[in-house]
């Protein structure tokens, strides 16, 4: 979201949590699930997830106001983003989806944090570990692709060697998994380690994955 600029902004901000809840139900409910590889109406569906078909209705004309599903009809079928990213597979992002909606709580808490400085007593909702654990692993495996792809695929074509994608690929986990533990999971001592420090750690690292000659020792 970008700043706001005018009224419009200021009211979409304020709205912005409708549009959320709306994906965080769907998602709670399995109506990507439900919908993956067929098409249905209102009324099948709602038995295949245990909803009321009238209220369901209407969540599913919000979703396809969305973008989320398309709807022909009274059918309602998932758009390519869901069946992309809201359905079990290895592109998912739903455990990390749910994880948000987790910390819904919290959130909410906020002006109470504030006007007492410290945290209100009480975390994140739900089944938070299992999403979170989930989450970070869906976060991290499309960050290390993005991080393989771009930086550190060139670098080891230019190195030379066997097999520079699968050491692109271990080189960007290395780090993908210490941005992940530093900024996300606030893992102590790496959380305030300096960047000198960590990149004296890691350089080595990143150097025998790319330039190495373990690939021969298999």
């Known amino acids: 979201m970008g700043p706001v600029r005018d009224v419009d902004d200021l009211m979409a901000a304020g709205h912005g949590y409708q549009r959320a809840m709306i994906l965080f139900a769907a998602l709670k409910l399995g109506v990507f699930r ?36 398309a709807k022909k009809g009274k059918r309602y079928r998932n758009a390519k983003v869901a069946r992309d990213h809201l359905l079990p597979g290895p592109r998912s992002m739903e455990s990390i989806l749910l994880h948000h909606l987790d910390g819904w709580g919290v959130w909410g ?34 960050r290390a692709a993005a991080v393989a792809e771009r930086i550190l695929l060139p670098i ?37 380690a300096s960047r000198a420090e960590l990149a004296r750690a890691l350089a080595p690292v990143i150097d025998h994955y790319l330039r190495g000659d373990w690939l021969r020792a298999r």
């Not at 944090?113 to 499309?142: C, H, K, L, Y």
């Not at 030379?160 to 999971?185: C, K, M, N, Y």
């Open 109 to 142: 808490r906020l002006s109470a944090t504030v006007r007492a400085g410290r945290t209100p007593r009480g975390g994140a909702d739900g089944d938070w570990q299992e999403n979170f654990i989930r989450g970070m692993e869906e976060n991290s495996r499309e």
């Open 156 to 192: 080891a074509n230019r190195v030379g060697g066997d097999q520079p994608e699968l050491r692109a690929a271990l080189a960007g986990s290395q780090i993908v998994g210490l941005a992940t533990a530093r900024h996300l999971i606030g893992l102590e001592p790496l959380a305030r």
């Open 34 to 69: 439900g919908l993956a590889g067929r098409k249905c109406d209102a009324s099948a569906l709602a038995r295949r997830v245990g909803a009321d078909p009238g209220k369901l209705s209407i969540l599913l004309d919000a979703l396809a106001a969305q973008g989320l599903l």
